[in-house]
T-cell receptor
Framework: AQSVTQLGSHVSVSEGALVLLRCNYS??????LFWYVQYPNQGLQLLLK??????LVKGINGFEAEFKKSETSFHLTKPSAHMSDAAEYFC??????????FGTGTSLTVIP | EPEVTQTPSHQVTQMGQEVILRCVPI?????FYWYRQILGQKVEFLVS????????KSEIFDDQFSVERPDGSNFTLKIRSTKLEDSAMYFC?????????????FGNGTRLTVT
């Protein structure tokens, strides 16, 4: 079975500061991991995905995530937050069949 | 860039009524999905659909729910005899392939409110 846990339902950072959104996964098979972003009144948009090719994955809008098997983590980072980054972020895992399992989401607030 | 479109954006219905949520997946995608998100909770998988039949469904997807691809472009979710707890945001998604490597493309969702 697969699942993800997102630590921190709300994260606030100052504009220009580092963004770190945490995700830990549980999977009985090699996982495929994803980060999605949801802007207000919009659907989920793929930020990046890990599919075992490289442990450091770069996505859109300057985000990246590192797969750490020893820590069962896939944390999302961005060196410098921008006001437009304010959104809900979801970590997801899939590994068998075509089901994706999502976390509860982390709401990112960027303070000017 | 092609996108998944969902209508309506907001649906209000009375308890016990039937609703149909509509989706137009990306045209060259073969796999279609419905997810839902109850306010403050996880995005939950409901059902996946391929080749005109359900390929997987969750425990949530009971006899109250059904899906259909009535023509070459639409993909619908029908909820019969709605309950208060069906109030949620319902997301349609599609993917080119059905494997775990193929990301989902989501629509903007339909907010269903059952009163």
């Amino acid at each position: 079975a697969q699942s993800v846990t997102q630590l921190g339902s709300h994260v606030s950072v100052s504009e220009g500061a580092l963004v770190l959104l945490r995700c830990n996964y549980s999977s009985s098979v090699p996982p495929y991991l994803f980060w999605y972003v949801q802007y207000p009144n919009q659907g989920l948009q793929l930020l990046l995905k890990y599919t075992s090719a490289a442990t450091l994955v770069k996505g859109i809008n300057g985000f990246e995530a590192e797969f750490k098997k020893s820590e069962t983590s896939f944390h999302l980072t961005k060196p410098s937050a921008h006001m437009s980054d304010a959104a809900e972020y979801f970590c997801a895992v899939s590994g068998s069949g075509n089901q994706f399992y999502f976390g509860t989401g982390t709401s990112l607030t960027v303070i000017p | 860039e092609p996108e998944v479109t969902q209508t309506p954006s907001h649906q209000v219905t009375q308890m016990g009524q039937e609703v149909i949520l509509r989706c137009v997946p990306i045209s060259n995608h073969l796999y279609f999905y419905w997810y839902r998100q109850i306010l403050g909770q996880k995005v939950e998988f409901l059902v996946s659909f391929y080749n005109n039949e359900i390929s997987e469904k969750s425990e949530i997807f009971d006899d109250q729910f059904s899906v259909e691809r009535p023509d070459g472009s639409n993909f619908t979710l029908k909820i019969r005899s709605t309950k208060l707890e069906d109030s949620a945001m319902y997301f349609c998604a599609s993917s080119q392939q059905g494997d775990y490597n193929s990301p989902l493309h989501f629509g903007n969702g339909t907010r269903l409110t059952v009163t």
